[in-house]
């Protein structure tokens, strides 16, 4: 009979594997774009909604999830979000034209929305807290890694096969995973189940697609400012009345009392300004090495695999490092090393050797992972078990919010870069693009101010789970 441990670590390599899935349909299409042009009859461009409507259907449904999971069980809805993001990829594969593309994506979308935060809810209820590094940093790794082998991963199909086998091969990984989740994976629910708050739900699913949409715009070269500006606005005030209302309601969607646990309120707050800016590198680097070095889209992705190798050398290490220095220590000490080697992508340039540039890209890696991880698993070192489904929503809407805008900022940064360089409308240069990555250094530094405020013993529960009585007695 398998140990508790075994268990728990056989359930997080089940839910990584599907959270990896459910993260590399989210950037894999990027490459196949031109191919899938030709077949649809449309601009390549033209296809960037099948993106947009994938990532906002994740941002919009996440905050149903554990309210769902409450009520049905976590099993039976993690069987049916692996069922429905399958089923999907076969219509978007089966695809014949932009129209069905789109509305295949948004189911998609909406399978993937509630696989990620019942996957990790599932995670958290099965792993005792001693644990739960090991558990967490098995889960994260996707969101790292995905973004990273999506556009290769997705150029040598495109390119050796054809664009449909990029969905076509979720289908086997789906099978396995339903069938592992159902013998697998306990169907826990709680017994006492609030109403679904669906003011809540609308005013904050409106927010999310309103303001991201009005980010993507303000991205773009061709958009103009007045609906750009229009969007940002509507967005902002639903946001408002989104927080006025989960403030007054007994039974908010997102309960913002968890932002009164001090290492909860770090992860989403300074944590999703880190997000933003880990999330930046895999749009701006491939377009820096493409358009400002002179590279092919293979040679691109190959350098790309410097920051994959880091992010994966990183995890062996993240649970020692943690517990020798504790959160505090490393979140600050990482966070500055993170914002020191983004600066690192604004000096190299063409003629740069390929070993140097593979080497830049390793130590981003690791020090991104570390960060990545670290906020991840604080983020619930806290949380009593009776809001962990509160928790695991609020999280992963957040976390996905800030991980989706980081494509929308890095294209804001770097129109920026062009009116600063006097190049508001050509081609960006190396130039433009150094710029771009020094603002994204000052924004993963500024992410760090917060680590500050944290207690020298935050998250010993998970970090030092023996010497936390003590320190809880001492404390007394």
Same mark, same amino acid.
């Given at each position: 009979?398998?140990?508790?441990?075994?268990?728990?670590?056989?359930?997080?390599?089940?839910?990584?594997?599907?959270?990896?899935?459910?993260?590399?349909?989210?950037?894999?299409?990027?490459?196949?774009?031109?191919?899938? =042009?030709?077949?649809?009859?449309?601009?390549?461009?033209?296809?960037?909604?099948?993106?947009?409507?994938?990532?906002?259907?994740?941002?919009?449904?996440?905050?149903?999830?554990?309210?769902?999971?409450?009520?049905?069980?976590?099993?039976?809805?993690?069987?049916?979000?692996?069922?429905?993001?399958?089923?999907?990829?076969?219509?978007?594969?089966?695809?014949?034209?932009?129209?069905?593309?789109?509305?295949?994506?948004?189911?998609?979308?909406?399978?993937?929305?509630?696989?990620?935060?019942?996957?990790?809810?599932?995670?958290?209820?099965?792993?005792? &807290?001693?644990?739960?590094?090991?558990?967490?940093?098995?889960?994260?790794?996707?969101?790292?890694?995905?973004?990273?082998?999506?556009?290769?991963?997705?150029?040598?199909?495109?390119?050796?096969?054809?664009?449909?086998?990029?969905?076509?091969?979720?289908?086997?990984? =789906?099978?396995?995973?339903?069938?592992?989740?159902?013998?697998?994976?306990?169907?826990?629910?709680?017994?006492?189940?609030?109403?679904?708050?669906?003011?809540?739900?609308?005013?904050?699913?409106?927010?999310?697609?309103?303001?991201?949409?009005?980010?993507?715009?303000?991205?773009?070269?061709?958009?103009?400012?007045?609906?750009?500006?229009?969007?940002?606005?509507?967005?902002?005030?639903? =946001?408002?009345?989104?927080?006025?209302?989960?403030?007054?309601?007994?039974?908010?969607?997102?309960?913002?009392?968890?932002? &009164?646990?001090?290492?909860?309120?770090?992860?989403?707050?300074?944590?999703?300004?880190?997000?933003?800016?880990?999330?930046?590198?895999?749009?701006?680097?491939?377009?820096?090495?493409?358009?400002?070095?002179?590279?092919?889209?293979?040679?691109?992705?190959?350098?790309?695999?410097?920051?994959?190798?880091?992010?994966?050398?990183?995890?062996?290490? *993240?649970?020692?490092?943690?517990?020798?220095?504790?959160?505090?220590?490393?979140?600050?000490?990482?966070?500055?090393?993170?914002?020191?080697?983004?600066?690192?992508?604004?000096?190299?340039?063409?003629?740069?050797?390929? *070993?140097?540039?593979?080497?830049?890209?390793?130590?981003?890696?690791?020090?991104?992972?570390?960060?990545?991880?670290?906020?991840?698993?604080?983020?619930?070192?806290?949380?009593? &078990?009776?809001?962990?489904?509160?928790? *695991?929503?609020?999280?992963?809407?957040?976390?996905?919010?800030?991980?989706?805008?980081?494509?929308?900022?890095?294209?804001?940064?770097?129109?920026?870069?062009?009116?600063?360089? =006097?190049?508001?409308?050509?081609?960006? *240069?190396?130039?433009?693009?150094?710029?771009?990555?020094?603002?994204?250094?000052?924004?993963?530094?500024?992410?760090?101010?917060?680590?500050?405020?944290?207690?020298?013993?935050?998250?010993?529960?998970?970090?030092?789970?023996?010497?936390a009585p003590e320190e809880t007695s001492a404390s007394t």
């Amino acid at each position: 009979m398998a140990s508790p441990f075994q268990k728990s670590t056989s359930i997080s390599i089940l839910v990584a594997t599907a959270f990896f899935m459910e993260n590399l349909d989210g950037t894999v299409i990027a490459t196949a774009l031109p191919q899938m =042009g030709k077949t649809f009859h449309v601009s390549p461009v033209d296809l960037n909604i099948g993106m947009t409507a994938y990532m906002l259907m994740l941002a919009v449904f996440i905050p149903i999830s554990g309210w769902v999971a409450d009520r049905i069980g976590a099993r039976s809805v993690f069987v049916s979000a692996i069922a429905i993001f399958t089923m999907s990829s076969v219509l978007c594969g089966l695809s014949n034209g932009l129209m069905a593309f789109t509305a295949a994506r948004i189911i998609q979308g909406i399978g993937g929305a509630m696989m990620v935060p019942v996957g990790r809810l599932v995670v958290l209820r099965t792993t005792e &807290k001693h644990n739960l590094m090991e558990a967490i940093a098995y889960i994260t790794w996707p969101a790292l890694v995905a973004p990273v082998v999506g556009p290769p991963v997705g150029g040598y199909i495109t390119t050796y096969f054809s664009w449909h086998w990029i969905f076509y091969l979720n289908v086997p990984l =789906g099978i396995v995973g339903l069938v592992l989740s159902i013998l697998w994976i306990p169907n826990l629910r709680e017994d006492k189940v609030t109403p679904f708050d669906w003011i809540g739900f609308v005013l904050s699913s409106t927010a999310c697609v309103t303001f991201m949409y009005g980010m993507e715009l303000v991205g773009r070269e061709s958009a103009t400012w007045g609906p750009a500006t229009a969007f940002l606005i509507v967005g902002c005030v639903l =946001g408002v009345l989104a927080v006025l209302h989960f403030r007054r309601t007994a039974t908010p969607l997102l309960s913002l009392a968890l932002l &009164k646990i001090k290492t909860f309120a770090i992860t989403v707050e300074g944590g999703s300004i880190f997000r933003i800016a880990i999330s930046v590198s895999p749009f701006l680097l491939p377009l820096m090495f493409q358009v400002g070095f002179g590279l092919n889209a293979f040679q691109s992705g190959m350098l790309m695999l410097g920051l994959f190798a880091g992010n994966l050398s990183m995890k062996p290490a *993240t649970t020692w490092v943690l517990r020798r220095f504790g959160f505090r220590s490393v979140l600050i000490t990482n966070g500055v090393l993170t914002a020191g080697w983004m600066l690192g992508c604004a000096l190299l340039f063409s003629h740069t050797p390929r *070993t140097v540039i593979l080497a830049v890209l390793f130590v981003n890696g690791l020090c991104r992972s570390m960060q990545f991880t670290c906020l991840s698993t604080l983020a619930f070192a806290d949380i009593p &078990k009776p809001d962990l489904s509160s928790a *695991t929503s609020f999280f992963s809407m957040i976390t996905q919010m800030s991980m989706g805008m980081g494509v929308a900022v890095g294209a804001i940064l770097l129109r920026v870069a062009g009116l600063l360089d =006097g190049n508001a409308h050509g081609n960006p *240069t190396t130039k433009e693009f150094h710029i771009a990555f020094v603002m994204v250094a000052a924004l993963t530094l500024l992410a760090t101010i917060d680590c500050f405020t944290l207690d020298r013993n935050a998250g010993a529960a998970i970090s030092q789970p023996r010497l936390a009585p003590e320190e809880t007695s001492a404390s007394t």
